[in-house]
């Protein structure tokens, strides 16, 4: 039975004037953090995480797998929407994850085509997914600041990438830039399969205006979430479970200067499995 993860982390959005600061230091975080528990690590940071790599690497990641194999898959960088073109959302919007190339080349990541990537897979084999980017909202939103604190939202805008002519329209007939879904996923979120036993560990809620936050904690940036969530791995007993490791999450999130939800979404099976065994 192989252990084998994926770890992106994307800072530079080119053209997007959207750039993050803490992405990259995620991925070789969360890297260095599966090694040590006896995983494979490939990693996709800033100009190699384009659209095609990152659906190369996942068909590979995933492809390969037979049963019994566990996967983890991590995530650091921006979330967004756009218009759904097959008809299969209710508020008309694809989530979706930002590629590195996403305004140069005009193309997301949707969660229709991360959910069929996923649904390839062989039986038995077990996928952990971990977001630390947002599901939905805009930036309109900022949390108060304590000293040493950035407090950006990973969430990237439409109308930062899409040109005009793409956007959906609002209520007055004007492009919607900024618009917000009735509600929303994550596109791992669409991706996750309870009847495969799969968990989703993400850094915020689902739905509007729920955030995860770019962070600087000690001098170093990092995704709030992943600081948070890495630390609690590290004083987790031997044995612990994923459960243990929620709660061990919210001891630090939400807070004053984060005020975003850990979530961790699975069977209860699933929740009382071993961490990354």
């Not at 080119?14 to 230091?25: I, K, S």
């Not at 040493?148 to 959906?168: E, I, Q, S, V």
């Not at 936050?213 to 979430?225: E, L, M, T």
Request: glycine fraction near 10%; hydrophobic fraction near 35%.
């Amino acid at each position: 039975m192989a252990k084998n993860a994926l770890c992106i982390g994307i800072n530079n959005y080119p053209g997007t004037h959207m750039d993050l600061q803490g992405c990259v230091n995620d991925a070789n975080d969360w890297a260095a953090a599966l090694g040590e528990r006896g995983f494979k690590v490939a990693k996709l940071l800033d100009d190699q995480a384009t659209k095609a790599a990152m659906v190369k690497a996942m068909n590979d990641l995933i492809g390969k797998a037979s049963k019994g194999d566990s996967l983890v898959i991590t995530f650091s960088g921006h979330g967004t929407y756009q218009p759904d073109e097959d008809g299969d959302e209710v508020d008309g919007l694809d989530e979706a994850l930002c590629p590195y190339d996403l305004q140069t080349k005009g193309e997301a990541l949707i969660d229709d085509e991360i959910r069929a990537i996923f649904g390839a897979r062989k039986a038995g084999v077990r996928i952990v997914l971990i977001s630390d980017s947002c599901h939905s909202g805009t930036v309109t939103r900022a949390a108060k600041a304590e000293k040493d604190a950035d407090t950006r939202p990973r969430f990237m805008p439409m109308g930062n990438w899409l040109p005009t002519k793409l956007l959906p329209k609002d209520r007055a007939g004007k492009p919607a830039a900024t618009m917000v879904a009735p509600s929303g996923t994550s596109p791992l979120m669409s991706a996750y399969s309870n009847k495969l036993g799969d968990l989703l560990l993400s850094g915020c809620k689902e739905g509007p205006n729920n955030y995860s936050y770019d962070a600087r904690i000690a001098g170093r940036f990092n995704g709030a979430f992943t600081y948070y969530a890495l630390k609690a791995l590290k004083a987790l007993k031997e044995g612990a479970t994923y459960a243990d490791w929620h709660k061990g999450i919210v001891k630090y999130l939400p807070s004053a200067s984060y005020p975003q939800s850990p979530q961790l979404v699975g069977s209860l099976g699933a929740r009382k499995g071993k961490v990354l065994e």
